[in-house]
């Protein structure tokens, strides 16, 4: 049991490691994009990828975050599985919080194959997969009812990311016991900063969702990037695009936290 529970946990820390690089790389980037210190518009995930690989020793630095999001999803596979966070035995609330590890370890998977995508093809050849993606997505003969279910999902999702900024619950994750009192305020902050970004991001794509739903238009379900627009759009856009590049640069640093000290029961 011993060696399960160590390669479980090591799992997990290599899983959030990844995260941290991720989501700080992306933070930075959306703020660099609102201060015109990059780019026009606002990056999208796969920009991430690609703005891993033009680094120094970027590949190294890419495959190591593709073993990375790899290693999450497996870990989040093995929450749904194996009840690591001793969730009640029964209700609901069980039940869905045992179906979102699942979706988010499928999410991470692709994300993985993202990366890959940026890790084997050349910049141009990229892009040109992710349109295609796109025009698949818009394809799919889904129903409105489905569109707006899944917009339901992803707003209820939003809202927990907000219960976490208010009641900070995410720190009982934690083994603070090993933490330094700075250790934790830093955590706090980050945490809360942090879910805030996440929750103002999936906010949008839910109501994106919902309506393309209700306008039988599924091309105008977007994901992050049509949610950073949307912001920017907004007046003092470009101070909205930056906070919330922060909040989500911030939850890569909290993400650093749980690879440190997250708790494996």
Request: charge should be positive.
């Amino acid at each position: 049991m011993e060696i399960n529970k160590t390669i479980i946990k090591r799992t997990a820390q290599v899983g959030y490691a990844a995260k941290t690089v991720s989501y700080t790389t992306l933070g930075f980037l959306i703020v660099a994009s609102a201060l015109n210190m990059v780019r026009a518009s606002p990056p999208s995930k796969d920009d991430v990828f690609l703005k891993l690989a033009s680094l120094p020793f970027g590949n190294g630095l890419l495959l190591a975050v593709i073993f990375g999001f790899i290693a999450y999803a497996i870990w989040r596979w093995l929450q749904c599985a194996l009840d690591l966070d001793n969730q009640d035995a029964d209700g609901i609330k069980h039940f869905i919080t045992r179906a979102f590890y699942l979706f988010s370890g499928t999410t991470y998977f692709i994300l993985a194959y993202g990366a890959f995508s940026a890790y084997s093809h050349s910049s141009s050849s990229h892009q040109g997969s992710k349109g295609a993606m796109k025009s698949y997505l818009a394809q799919q003969p889904l129903s409105d009812e489905i569109y707006m279910l899944i917009g339901a999902l992803i707003l209820c999702f939003a809202a927990i990311q907000f219960k976490h900024v208010y009641q900070c619950d995410f720190l009982a994750k934690l083994n603070t016991d090993n933490m330094s009192d700075n250790a934790i305020r830093a955590s706090k902050i980050a945490g809360r900063f942090g879910f805030a970004g996440r929750g103002i991001v999936y906010t949008l794509v839910g109501v994106f969702f919902i309506l393309a739903g209700i306008h039988s238009s599924p091309e105008h379900a977007g994901g992050l990037t049509m949610a950073l627009n949307t912001l920017l759009a907004q007046a003092f856009g470009q101070y909205l695009l930056a906070a919330t590049g922060f909040c989500l640069l911030l939850f890569g640093v909290f993400c650093g936290f749980e690879a440190r000290f997250r708790k494996v029961e």
